[in-house]
């Protein structure tokens, strides 16, 4: 009972959360801003998703993904087609910048490093990270890592909260997750950290025996849907992440891939 309370004050307070982003003006229009503007009148909405579990992945001849839900909702929402494109995460900005894709829905947590170039929409999700051990690891806690060598993928904001966070840790940068769990298993990292959305698919289909991920919520830290800067669209996008909190479609969504986890208390301080 105490959970499901939870997990609605969340949804109450992410309702709050997208009312108050409403009422920041966008950016200026960019170069690439006019561009994605010139076709927000198409009737489909490129979507670009890190082929993942539980982002996007196939599961018994269908589609699946919290982010693909989400985001088949919102153009659902929007009246246009969702058109969905799997790559790898590292893909995805080229592919917006470039306007292969009108949209990311990936998990993407938003940085102000980011919001230097792109729009974020209002935020759908938390970011929860989380650190992944071999088995009979004597990393027990977070407080365990200090003195560890801690594998991040290059270039994820993982990395650069970590370095940011920790100052007793020796990061060690691998080029995708598959590099860093095979660091371990050469014993050249003690754990990888990660975004906690991923620690099941990764325990999953690692070659080595992984404990259960030590996962926690990052403060402050909002994931939303990133779109060009300047595209029109983006005002569209937060109206229907609205609707759908109100007509219960987000807590549906979220409840049905992240049970146990209730959003983080940055909704619930923000929302109020």
Do not use: C
Not at 152 to 159: E, F, K, R
């Amino acid at each position: 009972m105490n959970q499901i309370k939870l997990v609605v004050a969340g949804a109450v307070a992410l309702l709050g959360t997208i009312a108050f982003s409403g009422h920041f003006s966008d950016p200026a229009p960019s170069a690439s801003g006019q561009a994605s503007a010139a076709v927000s009148s198409s009737n489909t909405l490129r979507i670009g998703v890190d082929s993942t579990e539980p982002v996007y992945f196939e599961s018994g001849g269908a589609t699946k993904g919290f982010d693909y839900e989400m985001a088949h909702s919102v153009a659902e929402g929007m009246g246009v087609e969702p058109e969905f494109v799997a790559m790898d995460f590292n893909e995805l900005f080229p592919a917006l910048r470039a306007g292969e894709i009108d949209m990311i829905g990936a998990q993407v947590t938003s940085t102000s490093e980011l919001e230097r170039e792109f729009d974020f929409s209002a935020p759908y999700f938390s970011t929860y990270v989380a650190f992944l051990t071999p088995e009979g690891s004597t990393i027990r806690t977070r407080g365990d890592v200090n003195g560890k060598r801690i594998a991040v993928v290059d270039g994820s904001v993982q990395g650069s909260y970590l370095e940011e966070k920790y100052h007793d840790v020796e990061i060690v940068r691998a080029p995708d997750v598959g590099a860093a769990i095979e660091l371990i298993g050469r014993g050249e990292a003690d754990a990888l950290f990660h975004g906690a959305p991923y620690a099941q698919s990764i325990i999953k289909s690692a070659p080595i025996a992984l404990e259960e991920p030590i996962v926690y919520p990052v403060k402050d830290a909002p994931i939303g849907f990133v779109i060009r800067s300047g595209d029109q669209r983006k005002e569209e996008i937060d109206e229907v992440l609205k609707d759908m909190v109100l007509d219960g479609e987000w807590l549906r969504i979220k409840t049905s891939y992240f049970e146990a986890d209730p959003l983080s208390d940055v909704f619930r301080d923000k929302g109020s």
